[in-house]
């Protein structure tokens, strides 16, 4: 079974600013892990994806996530945030091997002041 | 841009009646997917399709029927629609690669039920 736990439902940041929204994963073999976005009244985009390659990974926009075994987290960053950021960000895991379902985090929402 | 669209986008409807949501793409991807979002769940998984009338159940499928007789349309159905089924409604496709399974959604379909 495999489960995906976003460590805050909300982050608050200054323009500027670091960002980090915290993902833990549950994998009973190993995963694929994916960060999607999705800004108002839009549909879910694809930011990043682990596949089993290189543990740091760079995705669209500045965002970039570390894959850590050890700790089984996937955290999301990047180093400034931008007022188009804000948008709510889920973290998704899935197996690695062919066909297999996506398991969905509950989000994290990106507030991002001037 | 994986060519989905949804429709409608939009549908206000009454209890107890019969409500079909349409996905199509035009990339003749193999696998499609129907989720609802809700807030505090992210995105459940009601019903999946691998081909042309293969289809299963995902986590929350009580309710939602599907149909897929070609390979750009899947259909859901709500046989007789209740409060409870009100939210957003995604579409998905995906993309195998040898080592993951990456997902790409319309722009879902809003659904309220009176």
């Known amino acids: 079974a495999q489960s995906v736990t976003q460590l805050d439902s909300h982050v608050s940041v200054s323009e500027g600013t670091p960002v980090l929204l915290r993902c833990n994963y549950s994998?009973?073999?190993?995963?694929?892990l994916f960060w999607y976005v999705q800004h108002p009244n839009k549909g879910l985009q694809l930011l990043l994806k682990?596949?089993?390659?290189?543990?740091l990974v760079k995705g669209i926009n500045g965002f970039e996530a570390e894959f850590k075994k050890s700790e089984t987290s996937f955290h999301l960053t990047k180093p400034s945030a931008h007022m188009s950021d804000a948008a709510e960000y889920f973290c998704v895991v899935s197996g690695n091997t062919g066909f297999q379902k996506l398991v969905f985090g509950t989000g994290t929402r990106l507030l991002v002041s001037p | 841009d994986a060519g989905i669209t949804q429709s409608p986008r939009h549908k206000v409807t009454e209890t107890g009646t019969p409500v079909t949501l349409r996905c199509h793409q035009t990339e003749n991807h193999r696998y499609m997917y129907w989720y609802r979002q809700d807030p505090g769940h992210g995105l459940r998984l009601i019903h999946y399709?691998?081909?042309?009338?293969?289809?299963d159940k995902g986590e929350v499928s009580d309710g939602y029927s599907v149909s897929r007789s070609k390979t750009e349309d899947f259909l859901l159905t709500l046989e007789s629609a209740t409060s409870s089924q009100t939210s957003v409604y995604f579409c998905?496709?995906?993309?195998?690669?040898?080592?993951?399974?990456?997902?790409?959604f319309g722009p879902g379909t809003r659904l309220t039920v009176l």
């Open positions: 994998s009973s073999y190993s995963p694929s």
């Open positions: 682990y596949t089993s390659a290189a543990t």
């Open positions: 998905a496709i995906s993309v195998l690669a040898p080592t993951y399974n990456e997902q790409f």
């Open positions: 399709s691998y081909g042309v009338k293969d289809t």
